[in-house]
T-cell receptor, first 111, second 113 residues
Framework: GNSVTQMEGPVTLSEEAFLTINCTYT??????LFWYVQYPGEGLQLLLK?????DKGSNKGFEATYRKETTSFHLEKGSVQVSDSAVYFC??????????FGTGTRLQVFP | EAGVTQSPTHLIKTRGQQATLRCSPI?????VYWYQQALGLGLQFLLW???????NRGNFPPRFSGRQFPNYSSELNVNALELEDSALYLC????????????FGPGTRLTVL
């Protein structure tokens, strides 16, 4: 079946450091891939998405590239800010219904 | 454009009671999805409603149920509450014909004492 595996957190970084959060997936067919972010006490916000192989999703300085050969969708940002502190979820979507989420990775950025 | 809204923000119940959670999708969206985010368990798919019909449900007991109204808003009902039902319940919506790009509301935090 379909599944998503994310790196364990928390990830702790200093401001302006480079961020990578790993995400790999298992899927039949050709899923869409997503990164959602959850700030403390809030719901999920769609951060970026990619719908086919080699697509790059980007938003607010974050990027992720849909790599079919490595079944990965790693999230990167060149210079994190304290305001980026949140929980990040990688998710897989198909044309059926539900999204399948990874377990989430907590990012803590210190000044 | 208003996003997905959910009410109430917080709900406190005792074991055995019933809880009703409400969701209003983004205008023009016809599908509503419910997820449970319990501590330590990540996000689990609960239910999908589209055009007033239940299209799919996740691996939850029948005491989790819901409905979708003609205006596409939705209700999630949880009967015979158990302590482990304490969680953040998230609602998401999508426009017609789209199922993968889902837009989430802020959630309802249900606490069962």
């Amino acid at each position: 079946g379909n599944s998503v595996t994310q790196m364990e957190g928390p990830v702790t970084l200093s401001e302006e450091a480079f961020l990578t959060i790993n995400c790999t997936y298992t899927a039949t067919g050709y899923p869409s891939l997503f990164w959602y972010v959850q700030y403390p006490g809030e719901g999920l916000q769609l951060l970026l998405k990619a719908t086919k192989a080699d697509d790059k999703g980007s938003n607010k300085g974050f990027e992720a590239t849909y790599r079919k050969e490595t079944t990965s969708f790693h999230l990167e940002k060149g210079s994190v800010q304290v305001s980026d502190s949140a929980v990040y979820f990688c998710a897989l979507g198909t044309y059926t219904d539900k999204l399948i989420f990874g377990t989430g990775t907590r990012l803590q950025v210190f000044p | 454009e208003a996003g997905v809204t959910q009410s109430p923000t917080h709900l406190i119940k005792t074991r055995g009671q019933q809880a009703t959670l409400r969701c209003s999708p983004i205008s023009g969206h016809t599908s509503v999805y419910w997820y449970q985010q319990a501590l330590g368990l990540g996000l689990q798919f609960l239910l999908w409603y589209d055009e007033g019909e239940e299209r799919n449900r996740g691996n939850f007991p029948p005491r989790f149920s819901g409905r979708q109204f003609p205006n596409y808003s939705s209700e999630l009902n949880v009967n015979a509450l158990e302590l482990e039902d304490s969680a953040l319940y998230l609602c998401a919506s999508t426009p017609p014909g789209i199922t993968d790009t889902q837009y989430f509301g802020p959630g309802t935090r249900l606490t069962v004492l």
